[in-house]
């Protein structure tokens, strides 16, 4: 399934697998919905009531919900492993195996790094705005070099990571171009960046005609990006920075409950940004 972009497409390679039986994807949305049967009650009167009125004087109002998993590593765990239900750490196996200096951006509970624990020639440097998270990874011994602090400037030299990562957070940065500058900084001359983030399947029902992103406030997961593929490529390649350059997009459809959810069905994406040798041209 070729992507359509307006933007030079020749170095960018799509490889699309999809591999879930028939049967498989049915009883994941039956889990789904089972899910919002029993949760979503409670959830109304406690969360969306709130939420709803708060949003129409302030659209950047973050819900009760949200902030209640934000304080509570334990919470975002779990619905790490309900969202990824079967296999919570599923998403993370289309990343191929990292190595050298990483800085890993968002890297919140250490989840990833969990997954990577037998990988040998990576050094993660952790980084996120949540101090919460960063303690929980800590105690549970997921993370080490951890950094306090946003990707819009990082106290570290330039040129100082081979790769840098953002595993299932691009959505939730609100400035990418800033982002993107930072890490252009940050990147050693040839490094890489790599975001894995979730798409919507615009195709199955999401409704939008989308030509670039837009920004929305969830009442479960706060205020996020919203993509189709073809949105995620123009966005990332009109927010690059000179020296920046998208390689390859990826697409692999997990079997998981957040891709076969029933609002808004996704997929999953692995973009590969290079930064340019110095001398070298566009
Ligand atoms: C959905 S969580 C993903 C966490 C982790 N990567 C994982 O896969 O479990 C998104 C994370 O991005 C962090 N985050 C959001 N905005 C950020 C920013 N501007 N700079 C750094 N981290 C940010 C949040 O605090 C949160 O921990």
Redesign the pocket.
């Known amino acids: 399934m070729a992507l359509k972009t307006t933007l030079p497409t020749s170095t960018i390679r799509h490889q699309v697998s999809r591999h879930s039986s028939p049967l498989g994807v049915l009883l994941l949305r039956f889990i789904y919905l089972m899910y919002y049967a029993l949760l979503y009650p409670p959830y109304y009167i406690w969360n969306k009531r709130d939420f709803s009125a708060k949003t129409k004087k302030n659209p950047f109002y973050v819900s009760k919900l949200v902030r209640l998993v934000e304080k509570h590593p334990r919470l975002y765990e779990l619905s ?1 492993f309900v969202l990824n239900f079967p296999h919570p750490t599923a998403v993370y196996r289309f990343l191929p195996e990292l190595k050298g200096k990483v800085l890993q ?5 250490g ?2 790094n969990k997954h990577a624990s037998k990988w040998n020639d990576v050094e993660f440097f952790n ?4 101090e919460t ?1 960063l303690r929980y990874g800590e105690k549970k011994g997921r993370l080490r070099n951890c950094i306090h602090s ?3 400037q990082v106290e570290m030299k330039d040129r100082s990571f081979d790769k840098i990562v953002f ?3 691009f959505h ?2 609100r400035h990418h171009k800033k982002a993107f500058k930072e890490c252009a900084r940050l990147l050693k001359a040839g490094g890489e960046l790599w975001i894995l983030d979730p798409v919507i399947l615009e195709e199955q029902g999401s409704g939008k005609q989308m030509t670039a992103g837009y920004m929305a406030n969830s009442s479960i997961d706060g205020v996020i990006w919203r993509f189709t593929k073809e949105a995620f490529v123009q966005h990332v390649q009109a927010s690059l920075p000179e020296g920046l350059e998208l390689v390859a997009v990826t697409e692999n459809r997990q079997p998981h409950l957040t891709n076969y959810n029933l609002k808004y069905p996704q997929t999953d994406l692995l973009a590969i940004i290079r930064k340019r040798n110095e001398g070298e041209k566009q």
């Open positions: 790490m951006v968002g890297c919140g509970t989840l990833l980084l996120d705005i949540n998270y946003g990707i819009y595993a299932r957070c939730h940065i």
